[in-house]
């Protein structure tokens, strides 16, 4: 069986007793194993950061923005490949995998920016003789861990940034679908970032915890479910360590009276069930204003029905698999439960037959669903969209700020004054105004409000340089020997 090793101080290791497996997506079979850190594990890859650190601090700022400009031709250059590594482990569709790498590849363009990111303040003769400058210094080393269902893009929103900064780094992927961090943690050898800068560990719990109580362990970034992410915030945060922890979703996409139907159709379809809703930017609740629904509905279970599922691997699927036979199962409990709580299903995902053990499942389309019921209040992460009917505006408003999540929000619309109030109103971190996903480019930082983020800072983009940098003032002086003098009063500008 295929093991797939750590990757520490630039060598693959292999020391693990414990392992997990992996699969295919497609066909339910056991495609590796994957070894799992122990604390004694994590220690050593620490240890490789913390012997990194001063030489890597100490690159200058050309040399090391090299690095990504070389990562960025390598990226581009296999992408094929590591598009393959994705869809082998995590089951998306090639061309869906290839977009992921797409995006990752723009916060490597935004960290190859990084002469301008760390640039600092001065200010000159803040009291006669005397200057202040600021300067951001890298934290130290940075913990990262992240979810399964974007395997190169969220590694990339971390790692590009925290090592741009000076930073070495422990990334800790996720144990379903390891082997694309590893494929990227070479790339960046290949591109010259030099040993132990960036490490590897897999591992469940028992690593994530190593990582976030380890003493050298300075910040952490964690993207993941809901209750992860608070336990790993509280855990850091209890320690003294600066933490950002990025929770779930349940992303409404609003449609006014005056949309363009088809349009937002054709949206709610693309964003709900690309991926197959594996993501934490899918439309999961449409919300019907006035008394387009029942038109609304019909022009979405019309396209449902032309649908491609099957392998990533074959060029005609347009969705593959879910990751686990856990998480299909889950998803059909959503569709039977919404049906006994009084909604109605109008296309049942599993009622689709598939020919392989892989995890498949149709999609399938709620209609009449109320918060209370499970299929509204939880997240899914599956393919399922659900609609809500509201009279009015107002009311679709309410219902999107009190839900418990605020990660993103799309607003459908030929109006720009209710596009105008809708940002203006809505208590949700990214916002598309006539766009499903309004994921953020790379210029911008991403991050959702409430119970979708712990901490205060976005993810990736400007507050990214915020969070794996800590200021320093200094204050300056170069006075003649004449001019010094005892002074035990508090210092006044002169
Ligand atoms: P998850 O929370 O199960 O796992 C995330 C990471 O935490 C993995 O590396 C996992 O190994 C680790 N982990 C699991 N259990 C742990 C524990 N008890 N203690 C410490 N660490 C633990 O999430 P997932 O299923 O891999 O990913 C899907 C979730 O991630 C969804 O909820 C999705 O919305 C969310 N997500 C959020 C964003 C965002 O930007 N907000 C982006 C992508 C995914």
Same mark, same amino acid.
């Given at each position: 069986m295929n093991r797939i090793p750590h990757y520490i101080n630039g060598k693959r290791i292999d020391s693990s007793l414990r392992t997990a497996p992996v699969f295919d997506p497609a066909t339910g079979t056991q495609s590796a194993e994957v070894v799992l850190a122990s604390a004694a594990d994590v220690a050593d890859a620490v240890q490789a950061a913390r012997a990194a650190l001063p030489g890597w601090r100490a690159t200058g700022l050309i040399r090391r923005a090299d690095v990504f400009f070389r990562l960025r031709h390598l990226l581009t250059e296999r992408r094929d490949e590591l598009a393959a590594i994705i869809t082998a482990e995590h089951g998306k569709v090639l061309d869906d995998a290839a977009g992921e790498i797409a995006r990752g590849i723009e916060n490597v363009e935004f960290a190859s920016g990084l002469t301008n990111l760390l640039k600092g303040e001065f200010s000159e003769q803040v009291s006669r003789g005397v200057d202040v400058h600021q300067v951001k210094q890298p934290v130290g080393v940075v913990g990262c861990v992240t979810p399964f269902n974007f395997p190169v893009m969220v590694p990339l929103w971390m790692v590009s940034s925290a090592i741009a900064c000076g930073n070495t780094v422990v990334l800790k992927p996720s144990?379903?679908?390891?082997s694309a961090a590893v494929f990227l943690a070479e790339l960046f050898s290949e591109a010259g970032l030099p040993d132990g800068v960036l490490n590897v560990v897999h591992g469940d719990q028992e690593a994530v915890e190593a990582i976030i109580d380890h003493d050298e362990v300075a910040a952490v970034s964690f993207v993941g479910s809901t209750p992860i992410a608070q336990t790993v915030y509280r855990r850091a945060a209890d320690r003294g360590k600066r933490v950002q922890a990025l929770g779930g979703a349940k992303n409404h996409m609003v449609v006014m009276p005056d949309a363009d139907l088809d349009a937002a159709a054709d949206a709610a379809v693309s964003a709900a069930y690309g991926s197959a809703g594996e993501r934490?930017? /899918?439309?999961s609740v449409l919300v019907a204003v006035g008394d387009i629904a029942d038109e609304l509905v019909g022009k979405v279970a019309e396209r449902i029905a032309t649908l491609r599922i099957g392998a990533g691997t074959d060029p005609n699927s347009e969705m593959g698999p879910l990751i686990s036979a856990q998480a299909r199962d889950r998803v059909a409990g959503y569709v039977a439960g919404a049906a006994a709580a009084g /909604?109605?299903?109008?296309?049942? %995902?599993?009622e689709a037959r598939f020919d392989s053990a892989g995890y498949f499942i149709g999609v399938s389309l709620v209609d009449h669903v109320r918060p209370g019921m499970k299929v509204y209040d939880?997240?899914?992460? %599956?393919p399922v969209l659900s609609v809500v009917r509201v009279g009015s505006y107002d009311e679709a408003v309410r219902l999107v700020n009190a839900n418990e999540y605020g990660n993103g929000v799309a607003l459908f619309t030929r109006d720009g004054k209710s596009a105008r109030e809708f940002e203006f109103d809505i208590e949700v971190g990214m916002v598309g105004v006539n766009v499903p996903i309004p994921v953020p480019v790379g210029a911008y930082s991403f991050g959702g409000w409430k119970r979708s983020l712990f901490g205060d800072s976005h993810i990736y983009g400007p507050e990214s340089v915020h969070f794996y940098t800590r200021s320093k003032v200094v204050t300056t002086r170069w006075p003649d020997a004449s001019e010094s003098q005892i002074h035990l009063g508090f210092p006044s500008n002169g």
């Open positions: 144990e379903k679908d390891p934490c930017m /899918a439309v /909604a109605t299903v109008v296309v049942d %995902g599993r939880d997240e899914i992460f %599956g």
